[in-house]
Nanobody, 123 residues
Framework: QVRLVESGGGLVHTGESVRLSCYASGPTFSRQGVGWFRQSSGGQREFVASINFRGGYTDYSDFVKGRSAISRDDGEKMATVSLQIDSLKPEDTAVYYC??????????????WGQGTQVTVSS
């Protein structure tokens, strides 16, 4: 079982940065990859970025590639997976979710999900 809690969302202005954190706990978390997804109002959940269980492989969607960085820090009892997005645009407005499982672009590849954190980018 894995428990995920996101934080770091809020209201930001166009061009600013946001750093989202996903705090993970559970006996199997260290063996799981982690992905960040986002879902805008009325939209589908879409892949943003992922990192594998060892942290050596990262993947980004085209719309954040070059302005985003994902990282993970696995502690003894809790791990933190961070996602920073720079040069934010109004179209980045969405609820951002972290998820644990087999890294990929399909939400169905992930078994556990956090509750999400809202990021709103004002123009």
């Amino acid at each position: 079982q894995v428990r995920l809690v996101e934080s770091g969302g809020g209201l930001v202005h166009t061009g600013e940065s946001v750093r989202l954190s996903c705090y993970a706990s559970g006996p199997t978390f260290s063996r799981q990859g982690v992905g960040w997804f986002r879902q805008s109002s009325g939209g589908q959940r879409e892949f943003v970025a992922s990192i594998n269980f060892r942290g050596g492989y990262t993947d980004y969607s085209d719309f954040v590639k070059g302005r985003s960085a994902i990282s993970r820090d696995d502690g003894e009892k809790m791990a933190t997976v961070s996602l920073q997005i720079d040069s934010l645009k109004p179209e980045d407005t969405a609820v951002y979710y972290c998820a644990a499982g087999v890294v990929g672009h399909d939400p169905r590849e992930y078994y556990w999900w956090g509750q999400g954190t809202q990021v709103t980018v004002s123009s």
